[in-house]
């Protein structure tokens, strides 16, 4: 590296959250090096609008379970291949791998001979299942960034650094949508109940969540005249989504976006979520909206999961919580029936959900990180990565 020239960082995202984090810390990055941060790796269209460039379409890498990984293993391992090769050719200060511990602890095994700094960004969940992974990561990586804060402790009895910076979702710098534009430019008036509908990023839990979802809103709209509904998509997965809720039987057909202002919009907007867990449910939050978090996954996968998992919660406002304050509907409750039963309340009760806001904002206030540091997570997150870079290009 000449003194002209930023440190170089490899970015690797598998999925749609980790894609929204690594455009965070890219920000970040780029803030605290003016600009000179140089970057390559795997990113999705949020790193994109960064600037980042990446090796492949990070889509390739997006799956979720046992069966839905298996019809994909060659191409896995083929992307695996060129990832390992791209950045052993350019051996960047520091890897930063982003979720998805499939991919990315097969990835870093690989590195590790050649000596690079090796961080991993959101910590694998050894709190609820297979704690044993602590170890397997802690033989890897050089560092870990967690995003909540009970997590550091799981990592650190076992000799891996892990700091604690807090959520990047959940950063004070939110980008609020207009939500009375998007009403407005949708049809819709101030007095209608939006309701959002968030099937998932991935194919196979939109597969599994779009179609029951159409059918408990649209018993509903037929109950509640005054309901609209709003199908915020990834880009990626647009065109499936809108194939699929052309389908549902709704009285007036619900609305789909899928660029990165149309979603804010649309979560401006809404009063009510229907929502797949994952960090979409954290974005909601932001914009305090009350909300049903849904999850189903293949029955075979499922079953084999449900006799390691030891936590009672799968969103994260409630593990943070240690509590239900947004109902979870998990694999045989994700049924119409129960969709239906579960968001009544909250469409007939203000008071329900103003409650749920509550908790929400206390929920959002605990992954913001530690109280006694006012960067926002991004920055802290970017903070240990450059120091490992600068610890590094001292020893070069």
Not at 49 to 77: D, I, K, N, Y
Not at 81 to 100: F, G, K, L, M, Y
Not at 102 to 125: C, Q, S
Not at 191 to 219: F, H, N, T, Y
């Amino acid at each position: 590296m000449t003194a002209t020239e930023g440190p170089l960082i490899a970015l690797v995202a598998g999925e749609a959250s980790g894609d929204l984090i690594g455009a965070r810390l890219i920000r970040a990055l780029r803030e605290m090096t003016g600009g000179r941060v140089r970057l390559m790796g795997v990113g999705g269209e949020a790193m994109a609008a960064e600037g980042f460039q990446s090796l492949f379409p990070m889509e390739e890498l997006s799956l979720f379970g046992l069966l839905e990984v298996l019809p994909h293993v060659r191409s896995l391992r083929r992307r695996l291949n060129q990832t390992a090769e791209a950045i052993a050719t350019a051996r960047p200060d520091v890897v930063v791998t982003i979720d998805s511990p499939g991919f990315n602890r097969r990835l870093a095994t690989r590195l590790k001979p050649l000596g690079l700094r090796l961080v991993h960004y959101v910590a694998p969940t050894v709190w609820a299942w297979r704690p044993k992974r602590a170890e397997k990561f802690a033989a890897i990586f050089d560092h870990l960034l967690a995003l909540l804060p009970f997590e550091p402790p799981w990592f650190t009895r076992v000799g891996l650094p892990c700091t604690f910076v807090g959520h990047p979702a959940v950063e004070d710098a939110v980008d609020v949508g207009d939500g009375a534009g998007f009403r407005a430019a949708h049809g819709m008036t101030p007095d209608d109940l939006v309701v959002l509908a968030l099937p998932g990023s991935r194919k196979g839990e939109i597969a599994r969540l779009a179609p029951p979802m159409g059918e408990a809103l649209a018993r509903l709209a037929q109950r509640h005249p005054k309901l609209r509904v709003v199908v915020p998509a990834i880009r990626a997965e647009a065109d499936r989504v809108r194939a699929i809720v052309a389908g549902w039987a709704l009285p007036q057909p619900a609305v789909v976006v899928a660029t990165a202002a149309e979603r804010r919009d649309a979560f401006a907007a809404g009063d009510l979520a229907l929502a797949a867990s994952g960090t979409v449910t954290l974005e909601l939050a932001r914009q305090s909206v009350p909300m049903v978090v849904v999850y189903r996954i293949n029955p075979l996968t499922y079953s084999i999961a449900r006799r390691l998992v030891t936590v009672r919660h799968v969103s994260l406002v409630n593990l943070v919580m240690d509590r239900e304050i947004v109902p979870e509907l998990i694999q045989d409750k994700a049924t119409p029936d129960d969709m239906v039963r579960t968001l009544t309340p909250l469409i007939e009760r203000a008071d329900l959900r103003d409650a749920q806001r509550a908790d929400l904002a206390e929920a959002l206030s605990r992954l913001r990180g530690p109280a006694d540091d006012p960067a926002r997570p991004s920055a802290r997150a970017a903070r240990v990565v450059l120091d490992l870079a600068a610890r590094r290009i001292g020893h070069a």
